[in-house]
């Protein structure tokens, strides 16, 4: 496999790069004009390391502030500057664990955080705080060779949907990817090790924990001590499902390596009309709800997790789970063996000498009973025998977590000729991330 | 309930007691005729201890020799003699532990046990040599009154094919009946006991054991510990199945004391029609193999277990499984919620860092291969999708112990309409081992 002609289309070029520095230092000059004298901005993010992907150059800005001032304090005159240098500029507040402030300028997208200034070592304020070390550390540490492999890094697995540490992906962070390319190496060592990785993994690039001083255990099925940080598990988000997925593809990637890793075909209608056949997939559509993307996310993946035990209580075999969303849509797709289960259930009771729990299940259940190696069953006619059925129950059931309750019962139920018109998108990430080959 | 009722229909009349005794007396003294002087002969068993069934009066005779005898040598003693009392009675030669003589005289059966003199506590060379002293022991301790109670107890067993320690049924030994009777005093009682048994449970009526010496893990769901000695488990044989519908049934019992738990009513062809509509069942019917009862009984129980492990593995529903088995034919009776399975299967894989096994697992089955919770797993079509196509399978592969093996292959598949027709008890039977209400 050719690399450079990986990087020939992931690397932004030097125009790129330089156009996305300058907005950054005139964006900061304008800034300070504003902003107190003891205060300064710094440049943080991708940008500042020189890792980011081609198109994906957008900015982050700190504003380090001395610790006198409060948290409010600290984004009032964040705020004020900004309306000051850009009285034009499009803004908006976010909102991670404290407001920050979101410019587009030039046809970027420009985050401006409040910060105090850090000391390595110093007790972080916030997850904020600790981002300006990440920048320094990286900055201090990688060698400029090594930036290419954290590119191709991150379109590995951006290209199979493990790239980004928000609670949609529950993936791989951008300062994750570093930290591994700084640790093995270059990208292909990265592959390597991952390929091997028996879980539980834990690293500690900067050797903070050694013979006298274990590793403390994150319950985490990979650990990654943050350099700045001994007491962080940098990849503590990453599902074990999602790190199962990167072993195996950089196992394959290993014993056949290929530029479809980097650039997987997309599917038509066509061809996903054809991989669907004969096999049975559902969507429950709802609106999306009005709020921040990481509360709707772990909200939409808490209804997929309980519909998913729902179903399988039911009796449903569940191949594949996969929410998805676009602006104005939030999807549950799923994917069953069949929407149809057998007449009867069989539930299986107490053993016969659990005098209380016979009677209870006896109570409960439809006679007659069989017996099973000691233990008392049940037969019923199956309640919930076709998914539809299942769904209306679900949707009655209180499964809905604060800003999906209102948009449950308008939700639409799905068949997969409409899904492949509507969203085609979520069921090619459904075979990406559920099936292998997808 | 009236217990005088049932007592009526189970207790032997006065003169069938006298009869079966005259006989065991005659047949004594003519035996000793013909055997050496220091040779005795006890009677033993149910008609000795007063506690046989109406119709069930057969005679156990041991010939109770000096320990210079070989195990042949006494044999041999005991035939000659028999041969000599009873030029013109059936004879034959049954094998236990070891062999003795079955004799029938005048409509009874009667079993000549060649056996050494025991003392209580001495050195118990056979199960034969043991039985000398449960007689003696329920001679000594029973009062006359607790003999009604035995029979109530033993019908209410056999009522329910829980009579009987052989391998066929795996349940309760006549001796044991005894010991229950007397531990708990009555029948009732013993119900009582029953219907609050929490497994495992352990008594030792003689309290061979106490504070300072527990009594021994017998890994049985059920201990009963000899009176007469003390190493042995005298409900050791007794499954956990068995138990746990005994427990079941007491309390049922307790709750609605009714004569229909010691006389159920029996099932015409009609009525197993009725029960067995929209139901599926089948039977493979092998020829009875020419050996005697409990190694027949044994090898047929584990075909059974073999077939039903085969059948769950294959992913049907088995609601039952009956042994059964006529002078001519053996059966093995299964109940299936459904004949038929999903057109594929799922097969659960290792989790995805599991490298060996992974390779392994993709080797052996056809992508693509579906994630699940940091596992693979593999979806295919069904190989084994309906039971003929299941046995057929399964008569190929070395399931059948010897007696069995060239019986197989001519093992006849008979559905429901056969097994009706030809083998009513068989599904009678089933009705009431494996479900309740039958």
Redesign the interface.
């Known amino acids: 496999m050719d690399k450079t002609k990986v990087l020939a289309k992931i690397a932004p070029s030097r125009s790129e790069t330089a156009s996305a520095r300058k907005i950054a230092r005139d964006t900061q000059n304008s800034l300070e004009r504003h902003l107190p004298g003891n205060v300064k901005t710094a440049l943080a993010g991708s940008v500042a390391k020189g890792t980011f992907l081609e198109g994906a150059g957008d900015i982050d800005l700190f504003a380090v502030f001395p610790k006198s001032y409060t948290k409010e304090g600290m984004f009032k005159k964040l705020e004020n500057a900004a309306k000051k240098a850009f009285p034009n500029a499009p803004r908006e507040t976010g909102y991670a664990e404290h407001p920050y402030l979101r410019l587009f300028l030039g046809g970027k997208r420009i985050d401006l955080v409040p910060s105090y200034k850090m000391k390595p070592g110093g007790r972080v304020k916030s997850s904020v705080d600790r981002s300006q070390l990440h920048t320094e550390y990286i900055l201090g540490k990688m060698k400029p060779a090594q930036r290419r492999e954290v590119l191709l890094l991150k379109q590995f697995l951006k290209a199979n949907l493990l790239y980004g540490a928000e609670i949609k992906r529950k993936g791989f962070s951008g300062y994750l990817c570093e930290l591994l390319v700084l640790h093995y190496g270059d990208f292909e060592k990265v592959m390597e090790a991952a390929?091997?990785?028996?879980?539980p993994v834990a690293l500690d690039p900067e050797k903070h924990y050694g013979p006298s001083r274990a590793i403390p255990d994150f319950k985490a099925?990979l650990t990654v001590i943050d350099p700045v940080d001994l007491t962080r598990n940098v990849s503590a988000v990453i599902t074990?499902?999602n790190?199962?997925?990167f072993?195996?593809l950089s196992?394959s990637y290993i014993g056949n390596p290929s530029e479809k890793y980097f650039f997987p075909a997309s599917m038509d209608r066509e061809e996903l009309r054809e991989k669907t056949e004969g096999r049975f997939f559902f969507a429950l559509c709802f609106e999306r709800p009005d709020v921040v993307d990481d509360v709707m996310w772990g909200q939409l993946w808490r209804v997929a997790g309980r519909l998913e035990s729902f179903l399988k209580k039911a009796e449903f075999?569940?191949?594949?789970v996969h929410p998805y969303a676009t602006e104005s849509s939030c999807l549950l797709l799923f994917e069953l063996?069949?929407p149809v289960l057998?007449k009867?259930q069989?539930f299986r009771g107490p053993?016969?000498?659990?005098?209380q729990h016979?009677s209870h299940f006896i109570k409960k259940h439809t006679?007659?009973?069989?017996?099973?190696?000691?233990?008392?069953n049940a037969?019923e006619d199956r309640k919930l025998r076709d998914i539809s059925l299942a769904i209306d129950r679900f949707r009655k059931g209180k499964n809905f977590p604060s800003h999906f309750q209102h948009l449950a019962q308008k939700a639409k139920f799905f068949a997969v000729d409409s899904i492949i018109e509507d969203y085609p998108l979520a069921l090619e990430e459904h075979f990406m991330?559920?099936?292998?080959?997808?």
């Not at 390929?195 to 879980?199: I, M, N, T």
């Not at 075999?317 to 594949?320: D, E, K, P, R, T």
């Not at 006679?367 to 008392?376: N, S, T």
């Open positions: 390929s091997e990785w028996k879980l099925p074990r499902d790190l199962g997925r072993i195996l196992s075999v569940v191949l594949g063996r069949s057998p009867t069989v053993f016969l000498d659990q005098h016979i006679p007659p009973f069989f017996f099973e190696h000691g233990r008392i037969m991330v559920n099936w292998v080959p997808r």
